[in-house]
């Protein structure tokens, strides 16, 4: 019997709630961030009136509470708006029935957040002791210092787990104290990370209520339900009243609508993401009330108040596959956390059984969503698809990378342990791993939690990311680097090899064999993992290393592909002629010509031959290449982007050659290939290239309106699309330039002085001075004004020519890029 949802069908509220939805809209920027906090507040306390009207729904008091708390938290002054939050705690209290209508659910929730400031400042302590692994120990040294590491990170994990739950046990009961004496047994069952005990001290408690068998035949059974239903709501608003909670989990319609275009539109900066019930959203609800508003595509609803027999019922494949979210999944990995233990244990016991019977055990479900988690948490892909990008996921890059390989492989050998670490153990008794993998298992297992809990606890909140919204110099930063500095770099590195080998062991299984996970270890799979992280120095010292101890043979097939990496390596740094060496002794290796990397080779040795200048041979290598390439079979979205980034260095060729037209088609054909790609993370970066080369070629052939336009096309991409800041800058400046050489001087000084604001904060004033970008963009702001001024003095506008476009690639050319400056600083 699920509670069917409220639906306000009241026209005023209606009305009222999109006027105000609207004035958010106006008040934050394409993004959608607040631009000015008071104003958010005002709103959002108007918001929670509203919603707070749809009493007694459950979903708009939980609402109004979430919005009370972010107009507080937003603009504290206001006395009103914590008026209002406690007549809502007071209204709820009267809608529960409630024992003790006089409870204070704010105090328990400010007790609550000073348990929970004990719990992250002792991890924060626990966490500054872990010491990173150097690359220069022994072997026998570096897996004493891993063996502490997982005891460490463990107990870590242990202490913030137990820490945890006593809170939401706390919680529990002051609600049963606030209800009087529940009406038959129940109990509190967690869920997802705090059942795996690897729960983060800002993690959302993901929670289901068990109650005791039979009382669904009872009469009063519609009794039970109101009160634990109001149990529930009591729970959530306390929670709330922590101010952790973010609008967006809410799912408010007219803020963030999944299931409508452009109706997801709001993002909250500013309530720092923490303690909080696990969201509204659609794909979410993993909480006592559940899923109560259907949507098109799941046109269902569910309650997680439920007897032990009929939750027993997400088990069921039907059920699991219908529900969308695998609810059916996340209810195997259970941990007790208030009520009746025996209940519980009757609860885990049955499921355990269902588990371990072959006939209700789904293997082809499992198995469809195991390939589906190798697709979606690629290691390789997702390191690869970050290649530029300015931010990190770290739960979906890192941290689910492993956890969820390392749980379906439980699942499948159907252990009945829930952490990660006491898996592996299990497997490792099971003999399904050997000591080695399940070391290097363990070790994975402790690195990604070390990393997410450090990330977390320096953002001071549940943010999966980190690196900066937009960097300066996107190609001159690694965003690896706070992952790196959090865990070491050898770590990390060890991480993304344990991770892409366990994916690749998983994927040759035969799962219709109960036989032992084979791991491959490939030399080379070391050196690729450097390369997608850009650890390029690294790849360079290991490299060198080798040949002193004569680690490779030649002609060997690892070899070639570690001589590969150690060329693009050299190229990456600028050492063009060591890496066009390199190249050149793959080119005559018989085997590497059937090995995917000859196109790779082919197209290196275009970039490098472009980087030192050799444009007329950069084009010929460029053009064999783009044979190479169109013969591989490969998917067609990786031969677009190879194709792609041909024509990008052919256009740079063209361009440097003074052949502005030639290099218009190249960088044309390069965006029309980047648009036969389904899905890349770097498209719009690259398409918003091509149209800025494009524009540069027309501004070199003098037709500024033809600049302008394409500019403006790339402009719109980087501000639409949130690139670097770096690329606006080109962008703004080229506007600038043709705006100078149309004479409309007040317009060139407009966009400059934005290239200049934009720049700024990424350099010291010490640095202004030497900075090449700042010295430039002054200059031209000072001819400009000396234009508007009509003073009688010699123009010089910076015609920045090639330099301004040797900055589209990763690499730069030096000595041209430096002869350049130095002509447009004389």
Known sequence: MVEEPFQSKDPDLIRAEDKLAKKLHKNCNPAGKELNLKKSAKIFYKMGLLYKKRSPDK????????????????????????????????????????????????????????????????TRSQLSELKNIPYDVTEEECKEIERKKITDVKRIQDMVSNKYTELMKHISVKCLEVMGPSPCQFAVVGMGSLARREITPYSD???IMLLEEGVQYKSNYGDVLHYFRWFSVLFQIIIINLKETIIPSMAIPTLNDVTKENGDWFFDAFTPRGISFDGLMPYACKFPLGRSEKTKNKPWTNELIQPVSRMLKYLDSDEDLKNGYHIG??????????????????????????????????????????????????????????????????KRVLYRSTSLFIA?????????????????????????????????FSYATA????????????????????????????????????????????SVVDYFIIAYNLQNAIRSMNWLRNEPLRIIFRPSTKFLMLHLLRLFDRIITEWEGSLKKKAFHPLDEEDLYIRYYVANAYCEKRKYYKSLLMLDALEKEEKVCDLSIFAEIKTDKTWCMLSVGRFQEALLYAQESKEKILALNIPQSAKYYRLSRLCHMRGTCKTMLLQFDEGISEFEESEKHLNDIDEWPRKSLRRAHCFRNIAFCHYRLSDYDKALLTIHISLEICEKQRLPVHDKCECYHLIGLSYYEQANYKKALTYFEIELTKRLPFVTEETQDSDEYIRLVKRNIQFCKIKLEAKPKKEHLFNRLLYLFCLQYISINVPIVNHTVQFCLS
Do not use: W
């Open 59 to 122: 979903i708009s008091l939980l609402r109004s509470a979430a919005l009370f708390n972010a107009a507080i938290l937003r603009n504290p002054e206001k006395h009103y708006d914590k008026h209002d939050l406690k007549h809502l705690c007071q209204k709820v209290l009267k809608l529960a029935k409630a024992q003790n209508l006089d409870a204070n659910l704010q105090q328990i929730s400010n007790e609550i957040a000073e348990l929970a400031q004990q719990m992250r400042v002792e």
């Open 205 to 207: 408690f993901e929670h």
């Open 329 to 394: 999944d996340i209810v195997t990995r259970t941990c007790f956390v208030f009520g009746n233990l025996k209940l519980y244990q009757q609860f885990a016991g049955k499921v355990s059984e269902k588990l371990h019977d072959s006939n209700a055990f789904n293997h082809t479900l499992l198995i469809k969503q195991l390939n589906e988690d190798l697709k979606k948490f690629d290691a390789f892909d997702s390191l690869y698809g970050l290649f530029v990008a300015s931010k990190f996921n770290v």
């Open 408 to 440: 379906a492989l439980g699942r499948i050998h159907k252990i009945d342990e829930t952490s990660s670490f006491a898996i592996i153990k299990k497997l490792n008794d099971l003999k399904i791993i050997d000591d080695k993998t399940a070391h290097m």
């Open 447 to 490: 690195v990604s939690c070390q990393v997410r809990l450090s990330v977390y606890m320096k953002q001071n909140s549940q943010d999966d990311y980190v690196g900066e919204e937009e960097l300066y110099l996107v190609f001159q930063n690694n965003i690896y680097n706070e992952v790196i500095s959090t865990a070491g770099e050898k």
